[in-house]
């Protein structure tokens, strides 16, 4: 890869190359740009509820394991033995009371710190320092309202400062209720195309819906063809998007009768914490920068963890009211398990795209053609109601403000 990132990616001009998501060199190079310096999304608070409650997870491409320490804090740290590299624990989650290498049998504490080596008198004569060889600790871990968040940048922006207007937007899905809980284990699945095409999509394409996902709605039972598609879409200098109908409609839930009753009588609480124009209105698809995204309306967040220039592993979880009945719980997780998951109808077709486009691009000329993302350029600005900038639903200028996040990280090096 000889060219400039900026000859490739011109967010002013509304054109993306399509080298960015094949390149290996650039997907090497996001790694480290781009995932080795944002905030990236590690856990929900009750994923891991209890005291030595841990899970595995990546940040970019790197394993790590979150562990909740008996303070209640949450730690975060290389999932890699400091003797070989050996992978330190190797479940999905478990509760320790410290990890030990499975391959020489390094013992490390909850918080990463190593404390205890077999043969360390008669093998290592008492020279080893384990102070200096606990596991790589990701140096800034926070806490915004049950989402824990990690960083590999030991400076620069808080979480708070790094969403910036975005948090107005989460707060509509991490602050609805008054106590969250993540409702079942995770879907987990592969999918072949670039970490990008999907978080771009989330922060900026209601576009596609009406095409791509018109039998699902039809399905669904939604009156798209007449519903209010007139909306918004927040965009942000730091990559992050938003986009969200005015109207109600079109709805992609269907709770059934008990948990829809549920949520109309709690509609009120909702407005109270959150104002009515953000618990009514603000319900749509979204991206927090590089590759966390949520969906309101159907209460489902996920990452999409890069894995190589033409793959990802996609993780969804459904956020639950902690506070509802069983039964409304069992029918939200239902909900979004049959819309966005690996088997949900809309997530279907999205996936179908996002790969059908990756192996367009294996085409020698296919793979160096540019793509346009031109619309609604100039048409954004101040919105009296909501934060940030604003334009209509139908744009691509949260799209322009990814990649233009995108290629400030990407020249700024490692
Ligand atoms: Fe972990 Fe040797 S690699 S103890
Ligand atoms: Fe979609």
Redesign the pocket.
């Given at each position: 890869m000889t060219k400039k990132y900026s000859d490739l990616v011109d967010p002013d001009e509304g054109q993306i190359s399509a080298l960015i998501y094949a390149d290996e060199d650039i997907y090497d190079q996001e790694m480290r740009s781009i995932f080795g310096t944002s905030w990236l999304f590690l856990a929900h608070e009750s994923m891991i509820p209890k005291k030595g409650d841990y899970l595995t997870t990546t940040m970019g491409d790197d394993p790590v394991v979150v562990v909740r320490q008996s303070s209640g804090e949450f730690v975060a740290f290389m999932n890699q033995?400091?003797?070989?590299?050996?992978r330190?624990c190797r479940s999905d989650e478990g509760n320790a009371k410290a990890f030990t290498?499975s391959?020489?049998?390094?013992v490390y504490d909850l918080s990463g710190k190593l404390v205890q080596v077999p043969h360390e008198e008669d093998g290592y004569l008492g020279a080893l320092n384990k102070e200096k060889l606990g596991a790589q600790r990701v140096p800034r871990v926070t806490n915004y309202k049950g989402f824990i968040f990690g960083t590999w940048s030991e400076e620069g922006p808080t979480f708070e400062e790094y969403l910036g207007d975005m948090a107005w937007y989460f707060d509509s899905f991490a602050d609805r209720w008054q106590h969250n809980e993540v409702l079942g284990a995770p879907n987990r699945w592969i999918i072949d195309c670039n970490w990008k095409f999907p978080a771009e999509q989330f922060a900026t394409d209601v576009y596609h819906a009406e095409t791509s996902h018109i039998s699902a709605l039809i399905a669904q039972g939604g009156d798209w063809v007449n519903a209010d598609t007139r909306g918004l879409q927040f965009s942000s200098p730091g990559g992050h998007g938003t986009g969200f109908y005015l109207d109600d409609a079109p709805d992609m839930t269907d709770y059934g009768p008990v948990a829809s009753e549920y949520r109309a009588a709690i509609r009120q609480t909702e407005i109270e914490r959150l104002g009515e124009t953000r618990a009514v209105h603000v319900r749509g698809h979204n991206t927090i920068f590089p590759n966390f995204s949520f969906l309101v309306g159907t209460n489902t967040f996920r990452i999409w963890q890069p894995r190589g220039p033409h793959s990802i592993e996609v993780m969804t979880w459904t956020l639950g009211d902690a506070d509802a009945p069983a039964e409304v719980k069992d029918a939200m997780r239902r909900n979004a398990l049959r819309t966005f998951s690996a088997g949900g109808i809309f997530e279907a077709e999205d996936g179908e795209n996002w790969s059908e486009i990756q192996g367009v691009l294996k085409g020698s000329r296919a793979g160096r053609s540019s793509f346009n993302f031109t619309m609604g350029r100039g048409a954004a600005g101040h919105h009296d109601d909501f934060p940030g900038r604003i334009g209509n639903i139908y744009s691509e200028e949260a799209g322009r403000s990814f990649y233009r996040r995108w290629l400030e990280l990407m020249e700024k090096g490692d």
């Amino acid at each position: 890869m000889t060219k400039k990132y900026s000859d490739l990616v011109d967010p002013d001009e509304g054109q993306i190359s399509a080298l960015i998501y094949a390149d290996e060199d650039i997907y090497d190079q996001e790694m480290r740009s781009i995932f080795g310096t944002s905030w990236l999304f590690l856990a929900h608070e009750s994923m891991i509820p209890k005291k030595g409650d841990y899970l595995t997870t990546t940040m970019g491409d790197d394993p790590v394991v979150v562990v909740r320490q008996s303070s209640g804090e949450f730690v975060a740290f290389m999932n890699q033995c400091r003797h070989r590299g050996m992978r330190l624990c190797r479940s999905d989650e478990g509760n320790a009371k410290a990890f030990t290498c499975s391959y020489h049998g390094w013992v490390y504490d909850l918080s990463g710190k190593l404390v205890q080596v077999p043969h360390e008198e008669d093998g290592y004569l008492g020279a080893l320092n384990k102070e200096k060889l606990g596991a790589q600790r990701v140096p800034r871990v926070t806490n915004y309202k049950g989402f824990i968040f990690g960083t590999w940048s030991e400076e620069g922006p808080t979480f708070e400062e790094y969403l910036g207007d975005m948090a107005w937007y989460f707060d509509s899905f991490a602050d609805r209720w008054q106590h969250n809980e993540v409702l079942g284990a995770p879907n987990r699945w592969i999918i072949d195309c670039n970490w990008k095409f999907p978080a771009e999509q989330f922060a900026t394409d209601v576009y596609h819906a009406e095409t791509s996902h018109i039998s699902a709605l039809i399905a669904q039972g939604g009156d798209w063809v007449n519903a209010d598609t007139r909306g918004l879409q927040f965009s942000s200098p730091g990559g992050h998007g938003t986009g969200f109908y005015l109207d109600d409609a079109p709805d992609m839930t269907d709770y059934g009768p008990v948990a829809s009753e549920y949520r109309a009588a709690i509609r009120q609480t909702e407005i109270e914490r959150l104002g009515e124009t953000r618990a009514v209105h603000v319900r749509g698809h979204n991206t927090i920068f590089p590759n966390f995204s949520f969906l309101v309306g159907t209460n489902t967040f996920r990452i999409w963890q890069p894995r190589g220039p033409h793959s990802i592993e996609v993780m969804t979880w459904t956020l639950g009211d902690a506070d509802a009945p069983a039964e409304v719980k069992d029918a939200m997780r239902r909900n979004a398990l049959r819309t966005f998951s690996a088997g949900g109808i809309f997530e279907a077709e999205d996936g179908e795209n996002w790969s059908e486009i990756q192996g367009v691009l294996k085409g020698s000329r296919a793979g160096r053609s540019s793509f346009n993302f031109t619309m609604g350029r100039g048409a954004a600005g101040h919105h009296d109601d909501f934060p940030g900038r604003i334009g209509n639903i139908y744009s691509e200028e949260a799209g322009r403000s990814f990649y233009r996040r995108w290629l400030e990280l990407m020249e700024k090096g490692d």
